[in-house]
T-cell receptor, first 114, second 108 residues
């Protein structure tokens, strides 16, 4: 167990809806990264938050947005859901967010868009 | 552009040794990470190479050659529980880049 938790475990939405996914980081970690993992693919970097500020972003449209709170928990929001958004969404916390830092992944949220 | 190549599938016998190769082309390369992911599970960290050479952690070793943009993960004394997907992930300044991974099947 990594100490990183995510909720909900599974979620079903319909196209056009909005969704919020939540992540609690490992104690003492001030950095959280979000990844999307489609079936049979590797995780794709969405963005990273460091001390409540977005620290970097992957190739995802603006309808993917996030927040990090003072206790370093985090949210991923996706607006105007599309069928291709169906995937496992993973958050990973790390101590400092530097590249050499180990990222500890949560169990993920399985999102299905119908 | 960016590219990442590793074999899609590897099968090996319990107790044997297997090497999973990774070649990459990325901008802003800081080091190479390896992660393991069992079906239905989350990726878990195995190793990180910032410098050229071999890093050993128990049954697992990882190698990096920056000049060749190449690395490998070596798994020794394979066990059935090693059946999983293995990802090499070049590290940028803050993000990891994952490819499709290598699905390792360990057979008796």
């Amino acid at each position: 167990e990594t100490g990183v938790t995510q909720s909900p475990t599974h979620l079903i939405k319909t196209r056009g809806q909005q969704v919020t996914l939540r992540c609690s980081s490992q104690s003492g970690h001030n950095t959280v990264s979000w990844y999307q993992q489609a079936l049979g693919q590797g995780p794709q970097f969405i963005f990273q938050y460091y001390r409540e500020e977005e620290n970097g972003r992957g190739n995802f449209p603006p309808r993917f947005s996030g927040l990090q709170f003072p206790n370093y928990s985090s949210e991923l929001n996706v607006n105007a859901l599309e069928l291709d958004d169906s995937a496992l969404y993973l958050c990973a916390s790390s101590l400092t967010g530097t590249s050499s830092d180990t990222q500890y992944f949560g169990p993920g949220t399985r999102l299905t868009v119908l | 552009g960016q590219s990442l190549e590793q074999p899609s599938e590897v099968t090996a016998v319990e107790g044997a040794i297997v090497q999973i190769n990774c070649t990459y082309q990325t901008s802003g390369f800081y080091g190479l990470s390896w992660y393991q992911q069992h079906d239905g599970g989350a990726p878990t960290f195995l190793s990180y190479n910032a410098l050229d050479g071999l890093e050993e952690t128990g049954r697992f070793s990882s190698f990096l050659s920056r000049s060749d943009s190449y690395g490998y993960l070596l798994l020794q004394e394979l066990q059935m529980k090693d059946s999983a997907s293995y990802f090499c992930a070049p590290a940028g300044s803050y993000q990891l880049t994952f490819g499709k991974g290598t699905k390792l099947s360990v057979i008796p």
